[in-house]
């Protein structure tokens, strides 16, 4: 299979959309969530959509189908909350094995088979790796300021397990996606590293923060440029924005990374902000319309989608990207000031 940093070089790849967008098409009630393995589980399981990947795997493949089919390079896990600090709220700590080579798989599978159908144009999975419920840099008890949740070393440790997993499912990358503590992301690629060199691996990974508000800040208080900086020790295939905003209200924040990695750029936005129902209106013209000055303004490398997002908006995106180069990935193997 080509090297994905020569690809990068010679097309903008298309990341796919939301999963669990599309898993909410379903409407799966508890049963459903519990299928046969959890009939007896002794806490409600209705909403871990990661478990789905287990008891409704031919669901989870056919969002991966949809998306390939619709033009997707890149299909990523359905593992955003598979670590055992997340499954914890639902008691399943000791699943975090499953839920991730599960998922791995399918994906794994969804897209070879994609790319046996067309060879010109191969397929890759990237394993997502979420931010976790819990904040690494920040209190949650606006009494006790120095309390944390959860310690780095605790992080590293749920992240390894998942990495593994991950791994030994057949994924091509690793995404960790939705940053909105830099220490928690530092977590995740202290454990990436270790299972990588336990492994003697080289698996890219890419890395996508979250821009919270219009203040242009992540949720740790940190600005683009900071964040780029603060994970710039890592040798990363991509830096990138991902959820909380629309595709336009991302541009200053992109325009800032474009301008000083030296790796490549990703983007993958909302379907705009959500409505007074937390649904999410913009239509796939209209976003793929908004990601148009993305691509004018050579910022991208790697685009998608993110809440919202459905086949028909990552076909416009990927109809879209087809008519520019990407952008120029410098040669410096430093982050600029």
């Not at 983007?267 to 004018?296: S, T």
Request: aromatic share 6%.
């Amino acid at each position: 299979m080509p090297d994905l940093n020569t690809i990068l070089r010679e097309r903008i790849l298309v990341l796919d959309g939301a999963m669990g967008t599309m898993l909410q098409r379903h409407k799966f009630g508890e049963a459903d969530f519990r299928g046969e393995r959890f009939r007896d589980w002794p806490q409600p399981l209705q909403g871990n959509n990661d478990l789905l990947s287990l008891t409704q795997p031919e669901a989870v493949a056919g969002v991966h189908r949809l998306y390939l089919e619709a033009g997707a390079d890149i299909v990523s896990t359905n593992t955003f909350s598979s670590t055992a600090v997340g499954m914890a709220d639902y008691g399943m700590e000791s699943l975090v094995g499953d839920l991730n080579r599960a998922a791995a798989r399918l994906a794994r599978r969804e897209a070879d088979a994609m790319t046996a159908r067309t060879p010109d144009k191969p397929r890759f999975v990237a394993g997502s790796i979420g931010p976790t419920n819990k904040t690494a840099s920040m209190s949650p008890d606006v009494n006790d300021p120095g309390y944390r949740a959860i310690s780095f070393e605790a992080l590293k440790a749920d992240y390894r397990e998942q990495v593994d997993a991950l791994l030994e499912g057949g994924v091509d990358l690793l995404l960790v996606e939705t940053v909105f503590d830099t220490l928690n992301a530092k977590a995740a690629l202290f454990a990436i590293e270790e299972a990588k060199e336990a492994r003697g691996l080289d698996t890219p990974v890419m890395v996508s923060g979250t821009i919270t508000d219009a203040s242009g800040r992540t949720l740790s208080g940190q600005t683009a440029e900071a964040f780029l900086i603060s994970i710039s020790h890592a040798t990363l295939l991509s830096v990138g924005l991902n959820c909380a905003l629309g595709a336009s209200q991302l541009v200053p924040y992109l325009e800032v990374l474009a301008s000083r990695a030296d790796t490549a750029i990703s983007a993958h936005p909302n379907a705009g902000l959500p409505n007074a129902f937390g649904a999410y209106d913009q239509g796939p013209a209209q976003m793929a319309g908004q990601i148009r000055e993305y691509l004018e303004k050579g910022l991208v490398n790697i685009v998608g989608g993110c809440c919202g997002t459905t086949p028909d908006h990552i076909k416009a995106i990927a109809e879209l990207v087809k008519e520019f180069e990407p952008r120029a990935i410098p040669n410096s193997k430093k982050v600029k000031g």
